[in-house]
């Protein structure tokens, strides 16, 4: 299976009692799915600062004093500090995303400042990041944005501030196994971005041409024409599950070309879409003396039912099936006499 597989827990929401003709009393808790919030409004989420945002799933990594939610400008202030350690201000999407899918994203983006090498050891440029990642791959101590052999799972936008080769916005993928996605110089522009005022950032990847486009306008003008980037022909494929404002420490580099950042912005009006969960409509009913399970599934998953009588230990109640787009039924044909838990466990290929 894919790194970063995908299992939607349950929990106990309700106990059913039946009376089959032969008088058994049965006891089983009804699974549910719990999915986030992304995934629960249709595969679209929106995200304008009105109220605390911690409230609605946004999540620290790292260090929480380069994130700030102003209560009173309704937006977040967020620092990219390639001097301290990695920090995420994110967002779990409830699914996960691969070269397979559609999704996009849109935000307002306003920079007060932008430097790079900022520090005299390492005075070559960094990136400014925010986008789509793994967040599993992206906490670990081994994870080096600076490094290109330690940066997998990656769906994001990169600006270079100038340091001697112009300014750069680079929309970069990385696969899982750490390659980024490359055709040449086409894939990245040559172009500044403006400090002072609000930008709206649009970055879309469509499946079918295997292209991830970006935008950027200012009072609904566009800054200038910015590169699309369409997968290379070696590359495999990406998992990402999380959206995030990403400051990169700078450790990790090749210390000749060592670069370092130093920015800082606000941002808001957050707007993602994403396919919907891998589950959907799940449904647990009784049918001749047995308990079915059934839910809509989506193509290019793989799903198993689990049972457990404690909710600790899980064991496979069905075969590996692929999902096809409809509704998938499993009666659990080994149902046991007493009580019993069910998930579905859903994974990409």
């Not at 779990?92 to 070269?99: D, E, K, V």
């Not at 790079?116 to 967040?135: D, H, Q």
Request: hydrophobic share 40%.
């Amino acid at each position: 299976m894919g790194q970063g597989a995908l299992v939607l827990r349950a929990r106990p929401l309700m106990t059913i009692q039946l009376r089959t003709r032969a008088i058994m009393k049965l006891r089983i808790a009804a699974a549910l799915l719990i999915l986030a919030k992304v995934a629960s409004q249709g595969g679209t989420f929106l995200e304008d600062f009105t109220t605390d945002p911690s409230s609605r799933g946004w999540r620290v990594f790292g260090d929480s004093n380069l994130f700030a939610f102003n209560q009173a400008g309704k937006n977040l202030s967020v620092t990219w500090d390639s001097s301290r350690s990695n920090s995420y201000y994110y967002v779990l999407l409830g699914n996960i995303l691969t070269r397979q899918d559609d999704f996009s994203l849109a935000l307002d983006l306003e920079l007060t400042d932008v430097t790079g090498g900022v520090n005299p050891n390492k005075r070559s440029t960094f990136e400014l990041a925010l986008g789509f990642m793994n967040i599993v791959d992206g906490v670990k101590t081994n994870f080096f944005r600076g490094n290109s052999s330690y940066s997998p799972d990656l769906v994001e936008f990169d600006f270079f501030p100038d340091t001697g080769f112009g300014s750069t916005i680079w929309p970069s993928i990385w696969s899982t196994n750490s390659s980024l996605s490359y055709n040449g110089s086409s894939d990245y522009t040559i172009l500044p971005l403006p400090t002072g005022v609000v930008m709206r950032l649009i970055m879309s990847y469509v499946a079918s041409n295997r292209t991830l486009t970006t935008s950027i306008s200012t009072n609904g003008i566009s800054i200038g024409a910015i590169n699309s980037v369409t997968l290379s022909s070696t590359f495999s494929d990406f998992r990402v599950n999380a959206f995030a404002f990403e400051s990169y420490s700078d450790a990790g580099q090749d210390p000749r070309y060592g670069g370092s950042l130093l920015a800082h912005g606000r941002v808001d009006n957050v707007l993602l879409s994403i396919p919907p969960s891998p589950v959907q409509s799940l449904t647990l009913t009784p049918v001749a003396q047995q308990w079915q399970i059934s839910f809509i599934s989506r193509t290019n998953w793989l799903y198993t039912l689990e049972r457990s009588t404690d909710l600790q230990s899980w064991v496979a109640a069905s075969a590996v099936t692929s999902g096809n787009g409809t509704t998938i039924s499993w009666p659990d044909t080994n149902a046991l006499s007493n009580r019993a838990f069910y998930r579905v466990r859903a994974e990409r290929p």
